[in-house]
């Protein structure tokens, strides 16, 4: 065998490699793959007590790109506009966003097995999120239809948040 040959075979066997494992993992996590819409999230709290989240009347968007990024935002009607600018909040203006809004973005990975997407929170509105891995159980995950399962959520207790798929 040649020096040539072994190099392009080596080179070749190295590519094909590369494509099974990136194939085999992309499988895993292509159904979430995409942006998605909001349609409900209720709050189930320690004393049994249900509320929709974030003040009732949400809106969130969560999307998961190919190369292992997310980004989900949530916001609901607690929230009350600003007297002034974002910087010059009152307490109840302040409160009203922190109760009334999540963000958080970073990279996730997703256990098929476990039937889980784990959140590597990079930042969160919520500051004891960041450098944090949320987990995530996936309750239903078909065609248009996505359910996740919070055990514990920003707020103190456990959610239950069903998206669409953007169209």
């Known amino acids: 065998m040649t020096v040539i040959y072994r190099i392009a075979l080596a080179t070749f066997m190295g590519f094909a490699l590369a494509v099974v494992i990136a194939s085999h993992s992309n499988a ?49 009607a607690s ?15 302040n409160k009203g966003v922190s109760a009334g809004s999540l963000a958080h973005f970073g990279k996730y990975s997703v256990d098929a097995a ?6 590597h929170v990079e930042r969160s509105s919520f500051p004891n999120w960041d450098d944090t891995d949320q987990k995530w159980s996936i309750i239903k995950l078909a065609g248009d239809d996505l359910t996740l399962g919070v055990a514990r959520t920003s707020s103190g207790g456990k959610a239950e948040l069903v998206y669409r798929r953007a169209e």
Do not use: C
């Open 79 to 93: 929230r009350i506009k600003f007297a002034s600018t974002r910087l010059q909040g009152t307490p109840e203006e």
């Open 28 to 76: 895993q996590d292509q159904q979430l793959i995409g942006t998605w819409l909001l349609v409900s999230e209720i709050t189930e709290f320690p004393d049994g007590k249900r509320l929709e989240g974030f003040g009732g009347n949400q809106k969130g968007i969560l999307m998961f790109d190919r190369t292992g990024h997310y980004s989900s935002q949530l916001t609901g």
């Open 114 to 119: 476990g039937k889980t997407v784990t959140f």
